[in-house]
């Protein structure tokens, strides 16, 4: 159950910021036995993929603030968020000293899917609402909403490494998200059809 939550939280904060979680993770690996990851995931602390992962994370920082190129960069982030999310999540899980379920460990294909799916959602959640606020804001609210958004990324992987049961409160939060979200976007797609003359849609 622990594996599984910490494997969530990070796997959504992928969603956000595919290197904060990444980065965290590896790093907390190297310095101490707070997390543990098998001889498959080792590579992921290692000074080449810290390097790497921190260069990818200045890169992110900046482009993400960035007005329309931040809706470019999250077009490219599709492919990246959900598979470091779905890669997060295999590492966690597989870590002996996060949970007892040899299942989970022997069989980390599971969390690398149900990381994928978390990053998922959380991406297209991310990707969805920034062109909205961009638009309504003439572009000023893209480095603030990418600030909090970053922050966020922070907190979710803290929370995920250190207090895991906080993480059930961020994955309630993101289910009425995609809620709320969803119905926005039938609402929207109403009104244009509706100004159009095209048949209404039901809720």
């Known amino acids: 159950m622990i594996a599984a939550l910490t494997g969530s939280g990070l796997a959504a904060a992928a969603g956000l910021n595919?290197?904060?979680?990444?980065?965290?993770?590896?790093?907390?690996?190297?310095?101490?036995?707070?997390?543990?990851?098998?001889?498959?995931?080792?590579?992921?602390?290692?000074?080449?993929?810290?390097?790497?992962?921190?260069?990818?994370?200045?890169?992110?920082?900046?482009?993400?603030?960035?007005?329309?190129?931040?809706?470019?960069?999250?077009?490219?982030?599709?492919?990246?968020?959900?598979?470091?999310?779905?890669?997060?999540?295999?590492?966690?899980?597989?870590a002996g000293n996060l949970d007892n379920s040899q299942w989970m460990q022997h069989n980390p294909w599971v969390g690398a899917i149900l990381g994928v799916i978390v990053a998922g959602i959380t991406h297209t959640t991310k990707a969805t609402v920034r062109p909205a606020v961009n638009v309504s804001t003439a572009g000023v609210g893209a480095p603030v909403v990418s600030t909090l958004e970053d922050f966020a990324a922070v907190g979710l992987s803290l929370a995920a490494i250190f207090a895991p049961v906080l993480v059930i409160f961020f994955l309630v939060f993101l289910a009425w998200a995609v809620y709320r979200l969803v119905r926005w976007l039938l609402r929207r797609r109403r009104r244009k059809l509706a100004a159009a003359g095209g048949p209404p849609i039901s809720p």
Do not use: M
């Open 18 to 94: 595919a290197y904060i979680p990444f980065l965290l993770v590896a790093v907390v690996a190297r310095v101490s036995d707070v997390i543990v990851l098998p001889p498959d995931y080792a590579w992921v602390q290692s000074d080449w993929a810290i390097g790497v992962g921190g260069v990818l994370l200045f890169t992110e920082l900046v482009l993400d603030k960035i007005p329309v190129v931040d809706h470019l960069n999250d077009t490219v982030a599709t492919f990246i968020r959900p598979t470091v999310g779905g890669l997060i999540f295999s590492a966690t899980s597989s």
